[in-house]
């Protein structure tokens, strides 16, 4: 009876510290998820393993299982890693995923519309491109075409040169290494003129696509910080070429950097 006693307490013991094991790998798994999350880039196992504090062999583990089950996948140019298709299928299922963003940054929407009469867009950074998900439009009878989930180039966009512009240099000769595809007959597809028109992103703060995207529209955008100064999204005004001029794109710099820095007055103040 009694060696019946040790037995079960044994087992219980046993299945005790294999569901602890497998708590903590649980844990570790959604820690390393996370970090990959927060990541405004694709990054890889060095950082992860810095960052995690955990051993390689465990981040290497973990990652992999992961990557099997499509919460990540690993970036076929920098080898590092971004979120993969299951994360953004629980992300689309969410109710509202982006609604945060939006809420906050519909106010300052708004009042560019009514002062451009132009459309203005909301996007995210998202997978070596942008992806737009809110937009609002004036009245004119000539508009731009419906952007919301559509997930745009970077090289022949505003967003897009802005995105390049915030990358680390290694990532950057990467994919201005590989060819550039002409949408339109102005979209830049030489990478050392794209650097060149990225060095002046970089000093003005703003980007322009004049005519790349569609030669029909033009497009000035801004990024959007969180207080930890983490790029977030993206706030951009359009409209078709023969209004919105680049002259005209130009002369609203000040303000459409004015309205990103109050989105993330809205984002840290949470209302």
Not at 196 to 211: D, F, L, P
Request: aromatic share 4%; hydrophobic share 35%; glycine share 6%.
């Amino acid at each position: 009876m009694k060696d019946m006693k040790k037995n079960s307490e044994l087992q219980n013991k046993e299945k005790t510290k294999q569901e602890n094991t497998s708590v903590q790998a649980v844990g570790r798994a959604l820690s390393l998820l996370q970090i990959v999350a927060e990541s405004s880039n694709s990054i890889s196992i060095g950082d992860l393993v810095e960052k995690s504090n955990m051993n390689r062999t465990t981040v290497w583990r973990l990652i992999g299982t992961l990557e099997n089950y499509g919460f990540v996948e690993r970036d076929p140019l920098t080898k590092g890693y971004q979120l993969g298709i299951s994360a953004n299928r629980l992300s689309a299922q969410a109710t509202n995923h982006y609604g945060s963003l939006i809420r906050r940054a519909r106010n300052s929407m708004e009042k560019l519309r009514d002062e451009t009469q132009e459309t203005v867009l909301l996007s995210v950074p998202k997978h070596y491109g942008t992806l737009t998900v809110d937009q609002i439009d004036p009245v004119h009878s000539v508009r731009l075409v419906d952007y919301v989930n559509a997930h745009l180039p970077l090289h022949c966009t505003s967003n897009g040169k802005l995105l390049l512009s915030l990358l680390p240099s290694e990532e950057l000769d990467i994919i201005l290494g590989q060819p550039l595809e002409k949408v339109t007959p102005f979209t830049i597809t030489n990478p050392d003129e794209l650097l060149e028109e990225i060095q002046i992103v970089r000093r003005r703060g703003i980007a322009t696509s004049v005519g790349e995207l569609d030669e029909n529209e033009n497009g000035i955008s801004a990024p959007i910080f969180d207080q930890r100064n983490n790029l977030i999204a993206f706030i951009s005004v359009c409209g078709p070429s023969f209004r919105f001029t680049k002259e005209k794109m130009l002369a609203l710099s000040d303000r459409i950097i004015s309205a990103t820095q109050e989105i993330t007055k809205h984002l840290a103040l949470g209302n």
